[in-house]
Protein backbone atom coordinates (compact mmCIF):
# COMPACT_ATOMS: atom_id res chain seq x y z
CA UNK A 1 0.00 0.00 0.00
CA UNK A 2 1.05 3.52 -1.01
CA UNK A 3 1.98 6.05 1.53
CA UNK A 4 1.07 9.81 1.95
CA UNK A 5 4.67 10.14 3.76
CA UNK A 6 8.28 9.49 2.90
CA UNK A 7 10.68 8.85 4.69
CA UNK A 8 14.39 8.30 3.85
CA UNK A 9 17.53 8.18 5.80
CA UNK A 10 21.30 8.40 5.19
CA UNK A 11 23.39 4.90 5.82
CA UNK A 12 24.18 5.65 9.65
CA UNK A 13 20.37 7.26 10.47
CA UNK A 14 18.78 3.94 8.23
CA UNK A 15 20.76 1.47 10.84
CA UNK A 16 19.91 2.80 13.91
CA UNK A 17 16.08 3.59 12.54
CA UNK A 18 15.60 -0.27 11.53
CA UNK A 19 17.09 -1.23 15.01
CA UNK A 20 15.28 1.45 17.31
CA UNK A 21 13.00 3.29 15.59
CA UNK A 22 13.05 7.31 16.17
CA UNK A 23 12.85 8.07 19.53
CA UNK A 24 12.77 12.22 19.52
CA UNK A 25 16.25 11.63 21.93
CA UNK A 26 17.87 10.47 19.02
CA UNK A 27 17.27 13.61 17.15
CA UNK A 28 20.19 16.17 17.80
CA UNK A 29 19.61 18.76 14.87
CA UNK A 30 16.58 19.79 12.62
CA UNK A 31 16.93 22.12 9.74
CA UNK A 32 14.22 24.08 7.52
CA UNK A 33 14.36 24.71 3.91
CA UNK A 34 13.92 27.87 1.97
CA UNK A 35 10.65 27.64 -0.67
CA UNK A 36 8.04 30.51 0.36
CA UNK A 37 4.84 29.28 0.79
CA UNK A 38 6.27 25.40 0.03
CA UNK A 39 6.21 25.08 3.59
CA UNK A 40 2.50 25.20 3.56
CA UNK A 41 2.60 21.22 2.99
CA UNK A 42 4.63 20.74 6.14
CA UNK A 43 2.36 22.61 8.41
CA UNK A 44 0.43 20.02 9.83
CA UNK A 45 3.89 17.89 10.50
CA UNK A 46 5.15 21.20 12.22
CA UNK A 47 2.12 20.99 13.92
CA UNK A 48 2.33 17.03 15.01
CA UNK A 49 5.88 17.62 16.01
CA UNK A 50 5.50 20.78 18.52
CA UNK A 51 2.81 19.77 20.04
CA UNK A 52 2.98 15.88 20.58
CA UNK A 53 6.68 14.83 19.01
CA UNK A 54 9.07 16.77 20.93
CA UNK A 55 6.17 17.64 23.64
CA UNK A 56 8.32 16.56 26.33
CA UNK A 57 11.84 16.96 25.49
CA UNK A 58 14.74 18.66 27.95
CA UNK A 59 17.70 18.07 26.37
CA UNK A 60 18.10 21.09 23.46
CA UNK A 61 17.31 20.62 19.91
CA UNK A 62 19.85 22.67 17.59
CA UNK A 63 17.17 24.47 14.87
CA UNK A 64 18.53 26.22 11.77
CA UNK A 65 16.35 27.56 8.71
CA UNK A 66 16.58 30.12 6.03
CA UNK A 67 13.73 31.90 4.76
CA UNK A 68 10.36 29.80 5.49
CA UNK A 69 12.45 27.62 7.23
CA UNK A 70 13.56 29.96 9.88
CA UNK A 71 9.76 31.65 10.48
CA UNK A 72 8.76 28.12 11.34
CA UNK A 73 11.28 28.02 13.67
CA UNK A 74 11.16 31.35 15.32
CA UNK A 75 7.39 29.00 15.78
CA UNK A 76 9.47 26.71 17.31
CA UNK A 77 11.55 28.22 19.48
CA UNK A 78 8.41 30.54 20.85
CA UNK A 79 7.23 30.18 24.43
CA UNK A 80 3.41 29.71 22.99
CA UNK A 81 4.56 27.49 19.88
CA UNK A 82 1.30 26.05 18.46
CA UNK A 83 -0.43 29.88 18.76
CA UNK A 84 2.56 31.33 17.04
CA UNK A 85 2.04 28.75 14.35
CA UNK A 86 -1.37 29.38 13.82
CA UNK A 87 -0.51 32.96 13.78
CA UNK A 88 2.46 32.29 11.34
CA UNK A 89 0.04 30.13 8.85
CA UNK A 90 -2.88 32.39 8.80
CA UNK A 91 -0.92 35.57 8.07
CA UNK A 92 0.39 34.19 5.83
CA UNK A 93 -2.07 32.65 4.12
CA UNK A 94 -4.10 35.36 4.40
CA UNK A 95 -1.84 38.45 3.44
CA UNK A 96 -3.35 40.41 0.36
CA UNK A 97 -0.47 41.87 -1.72
CA UNK A 98 -1.97 44.53 -5.01
CA UNK A 99 -1.33 43.23 -8.64
CA UNK A 100 1.43 44.15 -9.21
CA UNK A 101 3.42 44.39 -5.82
CA UNK A 102 6.70 46.27 -5.45
CA UNK A 103 9.09 45.16 -3.22
CA UNK A 104 8.56 47.54 -0.62
CA UNK A 105 4.99 46.30 -0.10
CA UNK A 106 6.08 42.88 0.54
CA UNK A 107 8.80 43.20 2.37
CA UNK A 108 6.91 45.88 4.62
CA UNK A 109 4.10 43.55 4.70
CA UNK A 110 6.58 40.49 5.92
CA UNK A 111 7.88 42.67 8.46
CA UNK A 112 4.25 42.93 9.69
CA UNK A 113 3.78 39.57 9.93
CA UNK A 114 7.11 38.56 11.92
CA UNK A 115 6.31 41.30 14.53
CA UNK A 116 2.98 39.53 15.09
CA UNK A 117 4.28 35.76 14.98
CA UNK A 118 7.14 37.20 17.79
CA UNK A 119 4.99 39.57 19.70
CA UNK A 120 6.32 40.17 22.98
CA UNK A 121 8.26 37.18 23.29
CA UNK A 122 11.82 37.81 21.24
CA UNK A 123 13.15 37.36 24.54
CA UNK A 124 11.47 34.23 25.66
CA UNK A 125 12.58 32.73 21.69
CA UNK A 126 16.26 33.69 22.39
CA UNK A 127 16.18 32.05 26.34
CA UNK A 128 14.33 28.35 25.31
CA UNK A 129 16.51 26.19 26.55
CA UNK A 130 15.51 23.08 24.63
CA UNK A 131 14.30 24.86 20.79
CA UNK A 132 17.48 26.46 19.94
CA UNK A 133 17.01 28.94 17.22
CA UNK A 134 19.68 29.81 14.58
CA UNK A 135 19.19 31.46 11.42
CA UNK A 136 21.07 31.80 8.13
CA UNK A 137 20.97 34.93 6.13
CA UNK A 138 23.59 36.02 3.64
CA UNK A 139 25.57 39.44 3.05
CA UNK A 140 25.81 40.88 -0.40
CA UNK A 141 29.10 41.91 -2.19
CA UNK A 142 29.33 43.74 -5.03
CA UNK A 143 26.83 44.17 -7.36
CA UNK A 144 24.16 41.82 -5.15
CA UNK A 145 24.68 45.22 -2.42
CA UNK A 146 22.77 47.29 -5.21
CA UNK A 147 18.95 48.40 -4.60
CA UNK A 148 18.67 48.90 -8.64
CA UNK A 149 17.11 46.20 -10.45
CA UNK A 150 19.69 46.14 -13.66
CA UNK A 151 22.81 46.17 -11.20
CA UNK A 152 21.46 43.60 -9.04
CA UNK A 153 20.42 41.80 -11.59
CA UNK A 154 23.45 41.69 -13.32
CA UNK A 155 25.68 41.02 -9.86
CA UNK A 156 22.88 37.93 -10.09
CA UNK A 157 23.63 36.17 -13.42
CA UNK A 158 27.41 36.51 -12.41
CA UNK A 159 27.22 34.85 -9.04
CA UNK A 160 24.90 32.21 -10.87
CA UNK A 161 27.42 31.69 -14.17
CA UNK A 162 30.57 31.47 -11.13
CA UNK A 163 28.17 29.14 -8.93
CA UNK A 164 27.98 26.77 -12.35
CA UNK A 165 31.17 25.96 -12.02
CA UNK A 166 31.93 25.68 -8.31
CA UNK A 167 29.87 26.24 -5.29
CA UNK A 168 33.06 28.04 -3.95
CA UNK A 169 32.76 31.04 -5.89
CA UNK A 170 29.53 32.38 -3.83
CA UNK A 171 31.81 33.40 -1.53
CA UNK A 172 33.12 36.23 -3.70
CA UNK A 173 29.33 37.66 -4.25
CA UNK A 174 28.09 36.78 -0.70
CA UNK A 175 29.20 35.84 3.21
CA UNK A 176 26.83 33.64 4.92
CA UNK A 177 25.66 35.14 8.30
CA UNK A 178 24.91 32.65 10.59
CA UNK A 179 22.64 34.25 13.34
CA UNK A 180 22.68 31.89 16.53
CA UNK A 181 20.87 31.22 19.94
CA UNK A 182 23.48 33.94 22.47
CA UNK A 183 25.49 31.82 24.64
CA UNK A 184 25.16 28.05 22.93
CA UNK A 185 27.64 26.75 20.95
CA UNK A 186 25.81 24.84 18.00
CA UNK A 187 26.86 22.34 15.88
CA UNK A 188 26.58 24.89 13.31
CA UNK A 189 29.51 26.67 13.89
CA UNK A 190 31.81 24.76 12.26
CA UNK A 191 30.10 25.80 9.28
CA UNK A 192 33.58 26.23 6.76
CA UNK A 193 32.81 25.31 3.52
CA UNK A 194 32.00 29.33 2.75
CA UNK A 195 32.89 32.41 4.30
CA UNK A 196 30.89 32.46 7.35
CA UNK A 197 29.71 35.54 9.48
CA UNK A 198 28.69 34.25 13.25
CA UNK A 199 26.64 37.03 14.77
CA UNK A 200 24.23 36.19 17.92
CA UNK A 201 21.01 36.80 18.25
CA UNK A 202 19.60 39.26 20.30
CA UNK A 203 16.35 41.11 20.91
CA UNK A 204 17.25 43.87 19.30
CA UNK A 205 17.86 42.38 15.92
CA UNK A 206 15.88 38.96 15.91
CA UNK A 207 12.98 40.27 13.73
CA UNK A 208 14.78 42.08 11.01
CA UNK A 209 17.24 38.70 10.80
CA UNK A 210 14.61 36.39 10.74
CA UNK A 211 13.18 39.11 7.79
CA UNK A 212 16.82 39.30 6.22
CA UNK A 213 16.72 35.57 6.15
CA UNK A 214 13.65 35.33 3.67
CA UNK A 215 14.54 38.58 1.66
CA UNK A 216 14.18 36.60 -1.95
CA UNK A 217 16.78 39.00 -4.04
CA UNK A 218 14.26 40.85 -6.68
CA UNK A 219 11.12 40.12 -5.29
CA UNK A 220 11.67 41.98 -1.61
CA UNK A 221 14.25 44.72 -0.56
CA UNK A 222 17.41 43.87 1.26
CA UNK A 223 17.74 44.59 5.03
CA UNK A 224 20.14 47.30 6.26
CA UNK A 225 21.46 47.95 9.77
CA UNK A 226 21.43 44.93 11.59
CA UNK A 227 22.18 45.59 15.61
CA UNK A 228 25.24 43.25 16.08
CA UNK A 229 25.84 42.07 12.68
CA UNK A 230 28.66 43.88 9.78
CA UNK A 231 27.52 46.50 8.40
CA UNK A 232 25.84 45.44 4.28
CA UNK A 233 23.08 44.69 2.57
CA UNK A 234 21.49 41.08 3.92
CA UNK A 235 19.20 39.11 1.65
CA UNK A 236 18.07 35.30 1.88
CA UNK A 237 19.66 32.61 3.18
CA UNK A 238 18.72 30.27 0.98
CA UNK A 239 20.93 31.86 -1.65
CA UNK A 240 23.92 29.86 0.13
CA UNK A 241 22.02 27.37 1.78
CA UNK A 242 18.97 26.54 -0.16
CA UNK A 243 17.79 22.82 1.17
CA UNK A 244 21.25 22.41 3.07
CA UNK A 245 24.46 20.68 2.62
CA UNK A 246 26.25 20.35 5.76
CA UNK A 247 27.25 17.76 8.01
CA UNK A 248 25.50 19.45 11.25
CA UNK A 249 26.01 16.50 14.01
CA UNK A 250 29.33 14.85 14.14
CA UNK A 251 28.11 12.30 16.56
CA UNK A 252 25.70 9.48 16.94
CA UNK A 253 22.53 11.87 17.04
CA UNK A 254 20.74 12.29 13.67
CA UNK A 255 19.41 15.13 12.04
CA UNK A 256 15.37 15.44 11.49
CA UNK A 257 14.60 17.06 7.91
CA UNK A 258 10.76 17.59 7.92
CA UNK A 259 11.14 18.80 3.39
CA UNK A 260 8.73 19.68 0.99
CA UNK A 261 10.74 17.69 -1.15
CA UNK A 262 12.03 14.02 -1.41
CA UNK A 263 15.53 15.41 -2.79
CA UNK A 264 17.52 18.59 -2.21
CA UNK A 265 19.29 21.76 -3.97
CA UNK A 266 22.16 22.86 -2.18
CA UNK A 267 22.05 26.43 -3.04
CA UNK A 268 19.46 28.84 -4.74
CA UNK A 269 21.75 29.13 -8.21
CA UNK A 270 21.54 25.41 -7.95
CA UNK A 271 18.14 25.28 -9.19
CA UNK A 272 18.88 24.45 -12.84
CA UNK A 273 21.73 22.16 -11.88
CA UNK A 274 21.08 18.69 -12.40
CA UNK A 275 24.44 17.22 -11.62
CA UNK A 276 25.06 18.97 -8.30
CA UNK A 277 23.66 16.84 -5.33
CA UNK A 278 24.03 17.02 -1.68
CA UNK A 279 27.61 15.59 -0.10
CA UNK A 280 27.34 11.54 0.66
CA UNK A 281 29.29 12.23 4.08
CA UNK A 282 26.93 15.25 4.74
CA UNK A 283 23.83 12.81 4.46
CA UNK A 284 24.87 9.95 6.61
CA UNK A 285 22.78 10.56 9.79
CA UNK A 286 19.79 12.42 8.04
CA UNK A 287 16.26 11.25 8.36
CA UNK A 288 14.26 13.20 5.56
CA UNK A 289 10.69 13.27 6.02
CA UNK A 290 8.35 14.82 2.81
CA UNK A 291 4.91 14.51 1.22
CA UNK A 292 5.11 11.49 -1.33
CA UNK A 293 4.51 12.01 -4.96
CA UNK A 294 0.98 10.00 -4.16
CA UNK A 295 -0.20 12.60 -1.77
CA UNK A 296 0.72 15.46 -4.09
CA UNK A 297 -0.57 14.41 -6.58
CA UNK A 298 -4.16 14.76 -5.02
CA UNK A 299 -3.54 18.50 -4.36
CA UNK A 300 -5.51 20.75 -5.66
CA UNK A 301 -3.40 21.19 -9.24
CA UNK A 302 -1.64 17.96 -8.43
CA UNK A 303 1.00 20.44 -6.87
CA UNK A 304 2.64 21.69 -3.41
CA UNK A 305 2.12 25.80 -3.03
CA UNK A 306 4.88 28.21 -4.53
CA UNK A 307 5.58 31.74 -5.14
CA UNK A 308 3.75 31.36 -9.31
CA UNK A 309 0.74 31.30 -7.06
CA UNK A 310 0.79 34.99 -6.41
CA UNK A 311 0.98 35.62 -10.06
CA UNK A 312 -1.72 32.79 -11.45
CA UNK A 313 -4.15 32.67 -9.19
CA UNK A 314 -6.28 35.39 -7.62
CA UNK A 315 -6.33 35.80 -3.89
CA UNK A 316 -9.60 34.07 -3.47
CA UNK A 317 -8.21 31.07 -5.60
CA UNK A 318 -4.92 31.12 -4.02
CA UNK A 319 -6.64 31.31 -0.54
CA UNK A 320 -8.55 27.85 -1.21
CA UNK A 321 -6.36 26.10 -2.96
CA UNK A 322 -3.93 26.65 0.11
CA UNK A 323 -6.59 25.70 2.72
CA UNK A 324 -6.93 22.70 1.16
CA UNK A 325 -3.19 22.21 1.09
CA UNK A 326 -3.45 22.81 5.24
CA UNK A 327 -5.80 20.60 6.04
CA UNK A 328 -4.52 18.01 4.33
CA UNK A 329 -1.22 18.46 5.65
CA UNK A 330 -2.84 17.44 9.28
CA UNK A 331 -2.62 13.91 7.78
CA UNK A 332 0.74 13.73 7.10
CA UNK A 333 1.50 14.92 11.17
CA UNK A 334 -0.93 11.89 11.87
CA UNK A 335 0.86 9.57 9.64
CA UNK A 336 4.56 10.53 11.10
CA UNK A 337 3.28 9.88 14.63
CA UNK A 338 1.65 6.21 14.31
CA UNK A 339 4.64 5.51 12.00
CA UNK A 340 6.91 6.49 15.19
CA UNK A 341 4.55 5.34 18.06
CA UNK A 342 3.54 2.12 16.48
CA UNK A 343 7.48 1.30 15.64
CA UNK A 344 6.39 0.78 11.89
CA UNK A 345 8.86 3.72 10.68
CA UNK A 346 11.59 0.51 11.18
CA UNK A 347 9.94 -1.20 8.53
CA UNK A 348 8.89 2.01 5.88
CA UNK A 349 12.13 3.60 6.19
CA UNK A 350 14.31 3.93 2.61
CA UNK A 351 17.40 4.77 1.79
CA UNK A 352 18.15 8.16 0.99
Known sequence: MSSILDIKAGPAALARVRDEGLPQSSIEVMPGASG???????????????GEYFKDRKEPLHLLGTSAGSWRFACYAHPDALSAHERFEQGYLL?????NPTPEEITSKCRLLIKEIIGSHAKGILDNSVMRYNL???????????????????????????????????????????????GVTSPFH??????????ELSEANLAEAILASGSIPMVMEGVEGISGAPSGVYRDGGVT?????????????????????????????????????????????????????????????????????FVNLSYEERVRYWKVVIQESQRLGDEFLEQVNSGRIRETVRPL
Open 95 to 99: TQYSD
Open 36 to 50: GPKWFVLTGLDKALI
Open 241 to 309: DYHFDTRFAGNDKLVLYPHFYGHRIPGWFDKGIKWRKPSAVNSENLVMVSPSDEFVAKLPYGKIPDRND
Open 136 to 182: IAVRSRGLGKSSRKGSLMTGLAMAALANAASRKTLGLFFTRTLFYTP
Open 190 to 199: TMSDLPTDRV
